[in-house]
Structures are given as structure tokens and as C-alpha cells.
């Protein structure tokens, strides 16, 4: 009987430690779209934006596992739009979408002066 209830502790505590460490997407109401943020597993925000009717709208944000910002997109009802700029290391890109589809890249590095409102 102490062994079956060793066991059952430790069942237990192993599922209480997965749950902690297991970070599910939090959903909200807001203005009449569902804002979602994703975890990475070490519980920093993977990625935040928002749902209208189900298609992916307006500003999405990407971050990496220790939460430097690694993509700034824009979506309208699901199609992309807008500029969307991609962080990578010391390059900066902005990539200008028309009609879901890429009109212009432009890329920048240290040398080059940028300001980017996040």
C-alpha cells in the first residue's frame, strides 16, 4: 500500500510540473476580436495579436524564447498588408506587402540609420 501511494505522489507531482511548464495561448475578448498571446515553454511571449471572425487582423508580434521582438506584421481579415519588418541579429528587413503579396524588400544593418516605432 506505501509503495501504490509513493507511486501516486509521484504521478502526481511529475503531471503538476508538466501543467506549470506547459504554457497554453491566452485568449481574451477586446473591441470585438479575440486577442491571443502564445508562450514559448519558458513561459516569455512567443507571439500576440489578434483574430477578427477567425482570420488573423491587424498587428501581430513575434519574439524569440528570451523575448527580442523578431517580427512586426500586419494582416487585414487575413490577407497580409502593410509593411512587416523582420529582426535578425544586426539586418533589419522590411518587406511591403500589396495584395497579400510581396511588393518591396528593403534591408538595413548597423551602418544604416533606422528608427522603428515597436
Known sequence: MKNIL?????????VLFAQEVEKKP?????????KAT???????????????DGKLHGEWKSYDVEGNTLAIANYNMGEKTGNWFFYDGN????VTYQNSAIASVKTWN???KVVVNQ
Open 26 to 34: 491566452k485568449l481574451e475578448i477586446e473591441n470585438g476580436m479575440v
Open 6 to 14: 509513493t507511486a501516486l505522489a509521484l504521478v502526481f507531482s511529475v
Open 91 to 94: 539586418t533589419l528587413k522590411e
Open 38 to 52: 502564445y508562450y514559448h515553454d519558458n513561459g516569455k511571449v512567443a507571439q500576440s495579436g489578434n483574430y477578427l
Open 110 to 112: 548597423q551602418t544604416n
